[in-house]
């Protein structure tokens, strides 16, 4: 099966042809357009090793994610870094190549933090493999964790190792009302105490947390904040993370990643705020100039995540210095520009 991909990237490597790396297709709307002929990965199919007691499971870059962790559910297990579907046949590479995580996310782990190891097949056609199947496995600079967001612009990933995480015993979703100001407030508050949180978010006046853990920790919790318990909060939360709910149908959409404690932006948009302040989704006509220098005084980025991309593209310009690394980077592993060309930054 690797033969044909190895074939079709040699090839686009001798003449220099560009090719789009896709899975199912779900976040094709992130990053800056790509250019070029669809490497479909979608028959890089099938879970490759599962071993519930080590906590590790290996597949196949193609595998839907919806299969994974219907197999990891048998088990009571779960992908912590709570991957987004998008509405789409969301695939494990793609999980891994975007590098978006969930709800969880500030809680539990990004998704590069639960990478183990990885094989892939660079820009010359040479297959590679980083890291392993176990948890300690690295010795030096740790090159898989490298594949987790960097959107396919390095290479084709075939098969990634992942920890798993044991499913909580006891989940309590509850349900505040207050302004902006005071729901960073209370989230930051929250987040220095030995409170079992693993999910926040607050939109229009409405601060909505997560407890998970032991029963009992999750009770006590639930005891000492008070609020309204959310009977449906499971399809709260998969509405928040695959981006469902009418707030994110808005264009353009921008994500604000900033410190926790900084305080409301007062941009005059649309706002939902998620893993307990650093991250404030926001719908916006502002110039990208002004949101992205907002963003910088507040100790973050700003990222249009979807609308018309501005003429530097959808994320904030790099330094010099880290430029070149991405540059440097992409010569090493695709000497010739053939993967997802231009989809992370212009240019590379």
Avoid: C
Wanted: no cysteine; glycine share 12%.
């Amino acid at each position: 099966m690797l033969d044909a991909f190895i074939d079709r990237i040699r090839a686009a490597h001798a003449d220099r042809t560009p090719l789009i790396i896709q899975g199912g297709g779900s976040k094709r709307f992130y990053g800056n357009a790509g250019e070029g002929e669809v490497l479909d990965t979608r028959a890089l199919s099938g879970v490759v090793d599962y071993q519930p007691k080590e906590l590790v499971l290996t597949a196949l870059a193609g595998t839907p994610l919806v299969e994974i962790e219907a197999l990891l559910a048998e088990n009571r297990q779960m992908l912590a870094y709570e991957p987004p579907y998008f509405g789409g046949a969301a695939t494990l590479g793609g999980s891994i190549a975007a590098g978006l995580s969930g709800p969880r996310r500030p809680y539990a782990g990004a998704a590069r933090d639960f990478v183990l190891g990885v094989r892939m097949i660079d820009g010359t056609s040479q297959p590679l493999r980083f890291g392993g199947q176990v948890i300690k496995n690295v010795a030096g600079y740790d090159v898989s964790r490298l594949m987790a967001g960097a959107l396919g612009t390095l290479g084709l990933l075939t098969e990634v190792s992942l920890k798993v995480l044991p499913k909580p015993a006891a989940e309590a979703t509850l349900q505040f009302e207050f302004d902006e100001a005071g729901a960073i407030l209370e989230m930051n508050r929250w987040a220095g105490q030995p409170l079992p949180l693993s999910a926040t978010a607050w939109h229009a006046g409405l601060l909505t947390v997560r407890l998970s853990g032991a029963g009992s920790a999750v009770h006590a919790a639930q005891t000492r904040l008070g609020g309204e318990p959310l009977h449906d909060a499971g399809a709260f939360w998969q509405r928040l993370r695959d981006q469902t709910t009418p707030f994110f149908d808005k264009r353009p959409l921008w994500r604000l990643a900033l410190k926790p404690t900084a305080p409301p932006l007062d941009l005059g948009g649309i706002e939902w705020i998620e893993w307990g302040g650093a991250v404030r989704w926001l719908a916006s006509s502002l110039p990208a100039t002004t949101l992205r220098e907002t963003a910088r005084a507040a100790g973050g980025h700003a990222t249009l995540f979807r609308g018309n991309a501005p003429a530097d593209g959808v994320f904030a310009p790099l330094s010099p210095a880290l430029l070149r690394l991405h540059h440097a980077l992409k010569q090493r592993f695709d000497p010739r520009g053939i993967f997802n060309h231009g989809r992370l930054y212009p240019g590379l």
